[in-house]
């Protein structure tokens, strides 16, 4: 996620200079052909497809925004949930008898949500992930086709094999099962925006009209602009190639890219409140890298 108070043309430009360069190679041509051999621009009501264009594309944005917007909500219903649950298990596991087992559960909660962070940018599981758990935690879990599902299922069964042994009774068993479903409610959310692409329609038609409209652009400027139709045709196609490369941006919010909600930063976050609920040295919270925070 960029972080940095002034937003950076350089970067704007490097997402969209391959079509740019083709527009403004096109606009040189349309100027060229225009003065070589002289043509009747059509009258072209550019006002009207440019006033459409821009209300298809800023509904596109809205849609990918809500996208985006809603991973980060789910993402702090994660964070919430994350500290209730090292809470239950602080309060409602005995100091002496259980202290192995609540530290268990703390711990498997941290590789848990980085594991979900892996799984949702398509990565292989990382350091993070295995250093809280040992080789008998980790095995069964990652023989699973969702590792961070097959964490979650085996802190449900310790907290059943505490209500078993007594340490807990039915009442705060349910507590810390409602707990872990909220856990799994956010997982399913944050599953579902993953795997569940925008309609084929936004995607497709916003692309094709706007560069459609970028073609027509120096057709319907030449004889106003003349010379400098190059120029303008190609600032006016950087505003709508960057408003169209924005939805692309925001609509998959756990794509490791710049623009995406900041998962190793909360999932940071999650490790230090655990890690300092139950006694434990806690890291620094990650910080931004050339104003991303990633």
Same mark, same amino acid.
Request: with cysteine.
């Given at each position: 996620?960029?972080?940095?108070?002034?937003?950076?043309?350089?970067?704007?430009?490097?997402?969209?200079?391959?079509?740019?360069?083709?527009?403004?190679?096109?606009?040189?041509?349309?100027?060229?052909?225009?003065?070589?051999?002289?043509?009747?621009?059509?009258?072209?009501? $550019?006002?009207?497809?440019?006033?459409?264009?821009?209300?298809?594309?800023?509904?596109?944005?809205?849609?990918?925004?809500?996208?985006?917007?809603?991973?980060?909500?789910?993402?702090?219903?994660?964070?919430?949930?994350?500290?209730?649950?090292?809470?239950?298990?602080?309060?409602?596991?005995?100091?002496?008898?259980?202290?192995?087992?609540?530290?268990?559960?703390?711990?498997?909660?941290?590789?848990?949500?980085?594991?979900?962070?892996?799984?949702?940018?398509?990565?292989?599981?990382?350091?993070?992930?295995?250093?809280?758990?040992?080789?008998?935690?980790?095995?069964?879990?990652?023989?699973?086709?969702?590792?961070?599902?097959?964490?979650?299922?085996?802190?449900?069964?310790?907290?059943?094999?505490?209500?078993?042994?007594?340490?807990?009774?039915?009442?705060?068993?349910?507590?810390?099962?409602?707990?872990?479903?909220?856990?799994?409610?956010?997982?399913?959310?944050?599953?579902?925006?993953?795997?569940?692409?925008?309609?084929?329609?936004?995607?497709?038609?916003?692309?094709?009209?706007?560069?459609?409209?970028?073609?027509?652009?120096?057709?319907?400027?030449?004889?106003?602009?003349?010379?400098?139709?190059?120029?303008?045709?190609?600032?006016?196609?950087?505003?709508?190639?960057?408003?169209?490369?924005?939805?692309?941006? $925001?609509?998959?919010?756990?794509?490791?890219?710049?623009?995406?909600?900041? $998962?190793?930063?909360?999932?940071?976050?999650?490790?230090?409140? $655990?890690?300092?609920?139950?006694?434990?040295?806690?890291?620094?919270?990650?910080?931004?890298?050339?104003?991303?925070?990633?």
């Amino acid at each position: 996620m960029i972080v940095a108070p002034t937003p950076r043309l350089g970067r704007i430009v490097s997402e969209v200079w391959k079509p740019l360069l083709l527009l403004f190679v096109w606009d040189v041509i349309v100027t060229v052909t225009y003065y070589i051999l002289p043509f009747k621009a059509p009258s072209l009501p $550019l006002t009207l497809f440019g006033s459409v264009l821009a209300l298809f594309l800023g509904f596109r944005d809205n849609s990918a925004y809500e996208r985006w917007w809603e991973g980060r909500i789910l993402w702090g219903a994660m964070i919430n949930a994350s500290r209730s649950l090292s809470r239950e298990a602080r309060n409602f596991l005995p100091v002496d008898e259980a202290h192995d087992l609540r530290r268990s559960i703390v711990l498997r909660q941290i590789a848990y949500v980085n594991a979900l962070r892996c799984q949702l940018r398509k990565q292989p599981v990382d350091e993070q992930v295995l250093k809280f758990l040992s080789r008998g935690e980790a095995e069964p879990a990652l023989a699973r086709t969702n590792v961070a599902n097959g964490l979650l299922d085996g802190t449900g069964r310790r907290v059943d094999d505490a209500r078993r042994k007594g340490w807990i009774d039915t009442i705060q068993q349910a507590r810390m099962e409602s707990t872990m479903v909220d856990i799994a409610n956010a997982q399913g959310g944050m599953e579902r925006l993953k795997n569940t692409p925008l309609p084929n329609q936004y995607r497709f038609f916003p692309t094709l009209f706007t560069h459609l409209f970028c073609i027509l652009l120096p057709i319907g400027l030449v004889e106003t602009l003349g010379f400098a139709t190059p120029l303008g045709s190609t600032v006016a196609g950087l505003m709508f190639l960057a408003v169209l490369q924005i939805g692309d941006d $925001l609509v998959d919010p756990f794509a490791n890219t710049v623009h995406d909600v900041p $998962l190793t930063a909360m999932c940071r976050t999650i490790e230090i409140d $655990l890690l300092q609920s139950i006694g434990d040295e806690a890291p620094g919270p990650v910080t931004p890298i050339k104003g991303i925070l990633w």
